[in-house]
């Protein structure tokens, strides 16, 4: 299929700072003054594949921001399918200082990847999704939790202790930061790192199939 890479980012509250934090990874700015996104945005960030390697090449890559209203209708969850297709990732954004928001990336994430066939807007609370729900997933995933520095550091280790289990039950590499500081995504730094891994792993997503060993590339 034609277009650019597709990574679609989501929560399951609104007000997490998903608009904030593609800004910062597109524009490598603050965003000044976010506001509620309505239906899905769409920006481009630029993504140099396997920098610093032989095989190293630049990509666009396409991040849709889904709204991030919770509804129940079947009419509302199929709207949110139409940004679902082709999509060659997933960013689950979460905020750090509402649980309640963490708990609901399961049954989005479900939603996302076709597997779950009830109503949307459900609370998760009991802890009844089984990782091994995420064991076979072909699509790239990235937990990312939002509000890092609103967090008091006495309660700090318990939040990221929890949200470390999270990121294990999506089989998925987490980072943690605060959106109005560049600096969590600074060149050379661990959350530079996995960013760049996870881009990596959705170019090779839209732009390859892997056969055993044997990788085709399709232009």
Do not use: M
């Not at 608009?19 to 603050?30: A, D, K, M, T």
């Not at 209708?73 to 199929?78: E, F, G």
């Not at 802890?127 to 309660?155: S, W």
């Amino acid at each position: 299929s034609g277009g650019l890479p597709r990574v679609v980012l989501f929560c399951a509250l609104a007000g997490v700072g998903k608009s904030s934090l593609v800004h910062l990874l597109c524009q490598n700015q603050v965003l000044g003054n976010p506001s509620w996104t309505v239906g899905c945005s769409v920006d481009v960030r630029i993504h140099d594949y396997k920098e610093g390697t032989p095989e190293e090449k630049t990509y666009y890559i396409e991040l849709w921001d889904v709204g991030g209203s919770v509804g129940s209708a079947t009419s509302v969850k199929s709207t949110r399918a139409v940004f679902y297709n082709l999509l060659n990732g997933i960013i689950l954004v979460h905020d750090l200082t509402n649980k309640k928001s963490s708990q609901n990336l399961y049954r989005w994430s479900l939603e996302a990847l076709n597997r779950d066939v009830a109503p949307t807007g459900v609370l998760v609370t009991n802890g009844d999704y089984d990782r091994e729900q995420f064991a076979d997933n072909q699509i790239p995933l990235l937990v990312i939790g939002t509000k890092l520095d609103q967090i008091p550091e006495t309660k700090r280790n318990e939040v990221l202790t929890r949200t470390a289990f999270l990121a294990e039950d999506f089989n998925a590499e987490e980072i943690n930061l605060d959106c109005t500081n560049p600096r969590y995504l600074a060149a050379g730094s661990s959350n530079a790192v996995k960013l760049s891994r996870f881009f990596d792993k959705v170019i090779e997503k839209r732009y390859f199939i892997r056969d055993g060993n044997q990788v085709c590339h399709f232009s």
